[in-house]
């Protein structure tokens, strides 16, 4: 099987994955944002915001380290790998556990602070089982990452329904998240025994090397997230828990697309990894298809949510949540959640771009690099945000979001061009644009029908005319489908 199927046979099986794992996590959204109503699905929306940050700052970027090292030949994998997990352990019970103390003392959380506490506990699980991803991305194997994350939202989903039923309180309804990652985990250690032999490891110096490898890249992911997140977390402290609730749904869309790529150059990383380390040629053809197929794949999805928004808004929350707004008109336009999503889409669609930089400056081991202009980042989205928010609440987060995207891509491009040589061929872009143009045409003459109609013959529409201006080719078609 060529390099070319391999990732993408990969690719489309986490794709897989995570269309039924998303279809499970809408329909959640959409029986919570009904049960819970606006004011405290704001409660629920700030409780993952908070805990996310804390999440991010127990991985301590574990997941890329292993990622690379495991990918580099003649390495003792099982060693590395049951150190980062007994490591990793560790450090996720302490911050797990600061961060529910630092909760205990933020008085605009005094309502959730056990629900912070509940779902910390909860992501303690989905940390740990970050280690056995990292092994499934290695062998290309995401299959099985896929079928564990499918059973753990299965068993959320299941015992959600069954609180909801029995007209549970928010606190009862978070337990089912932690139950849900403990079965996550522990499937995945099952389906992972092939790969590794798992046993505690206590290896200091090695946890030495993990610990000054995986500071660059924990310190630029948690900064990341800073720029990311912190818009929910000024909202929940400068506005209102509605404020919070109108900006959580179109957020939670934005979360869910924003997988595309990170999925797609999960599959591409240890391969960049791999070519950059033996210094082979083929460096250069695999970074231009990432980032031709990641040019191709955004421009639908923008244009798509764009067009489609208040629909989408909808069906994922309902009714109240496209017409609810606590600010006026903004350019004329009501601030609902429909137009807070139209606006952060555009984000979603530059980040596919930032995700290419970035992974690439982790391949090349220059993630240290990173640490400046992550820094520039969260001094422009807080300030912004404190700028905006007040003004104009979760349409100025939005706004916000959008030109920090821009500055992401901007700053994490400079820093690749210092290491990484290779030229960026834009022969694509000018398809792409005309596609672009020719699907947002379709779904403004077609707005009449229904979006389980619209949306297919829009992507079809789409990539018809993408092949017609020789976008993509019958070779590469071919090529991503053939099975030996």
């Known amino acids: 099987m060529s390099l070319t199927r391999k990732v993408a046979h990969n690719t489309i099986v986490q794709i897989v994955g995570k269309v039924i794992t998303t279809l499970i996590s809408l329909f959640l959204v959409a029986a919570l944002t009904r049960y819970l109503g606006v004011s405290s699905y704001g409660q629920y929306t700030t409780i993952f915001a908070y805990t996310q940050f804390f999440a991010v700052l127990a991985d301590f970027g574990f997941f890329w380290f292993l990622v690379r090292e495991i990918a580099k030949p003649d390495v003792d994998s099982d060693k590395i790998t049951n150190n980062v997990l007994t490591f990793r352990s560790i450090i996720a019970l302490s911050i797990f556990a600061l961060s529910f103390l630092i909760a205990l003392l933020i008085p605009q959380y005094h309502d959730i602070r056990l629900g912070i506490g509940i779902i910390a506990a909860a992501t303690f699980w989905m940390t740990l089982n970050g280690t056995y991803v990292g092994i499934f991305q290695n062998k290309l194997r995401m299959d099985k990452a896929a079928i564990t994350d499918i059973i753990g939202r299965l068993v959320i989903f299941a015992l959600i329904l069954y609180q909801i039923k029995s007209n549970a309180s928010l606190d009862l309804i978070l337990w089912s998240y932690f139950l849900g990652n403990m079965a996550n985990f522990f499937a995945s250690a099952y389906l992972g025994r092939a790969y590794l032999h798992f046993k505690l490891a206590f290896d200091f110096n090695l946890w030495k090397k993990i610990f000054w490898e995986c500071l660059p890249i924990s310190v630029v992911t948690i900064l990341a997230m800073i720029y990311f997140k ?245 070779e590469t078609i071919t090529e991503v489908i053939k099975v030996k």
Do not use: C
Request: aromatic content about 14%; cysteine-free.
């Open 230 to 474: 912190v818009d929910t977390i000024m909202l929940s402290l400068l506005r209102s828990s509605t404020d919070v609730g109108i900006y959580g749904p179109p957020y939670k869309v934005v979360e869910i697309l924003l997988l595309l790529p990170s999925i797609f150059m999960g599959n591409v990383f240890p391969i960049i990894t791999r070519y950059i380390y033996e210094k082979n040629d083929q460096v250069q053809k695999i970074f231009q298809k990432a980032f031709d197929f990641l040019i191709v794949i955004a421009v639908p999805i923008v244009v798509g949510v764009i067009f489609t928004a208040p629909r989408i808004i909808e069906i994922i929350a309902g009714s109240d949540f496209t017409t609810i707004h606590t600010i006026g008109p903004v350019w004329g336009i009501p601030a609902t959640s429909g137009f807070a999503l139209q606006i952060l889409i555009v984000a979603v669609g530059i980040s596919f771009l930032s995700h290419l930089f970035g992974y690439t400056v982790i391949s090349l081991g220059q993630q240290k690099k990173l640490v400046w202009p992550n820094l520039v980042l969260v001094f422009f989205n807080i300030s912004l945000n404190l700028i905006l928010i007040p003004k104009i609440s979760y349409i100025g987060a939005a706004i916000t979001t959008v030109l920090t995207e821009m500055l992401v891509v901007l700053l994490y491009f400079a820093v690749m061009r210092r290491f990484f040589d290779q030229k960026i061929h834009l022969q694509i872009l000018w398809k792409v644009i005309f596609s672009g143009i020719v699907l947002g045409l379709v779904l403004k003459f077609l707005s009449f029908l229904a979006l389980w109609y619209l949306v297919p013959l829009g992507g079809l529409v789409y990539f018809l005319s993408l092949y017609l201006v020789k976008g993509i080719s019958k």
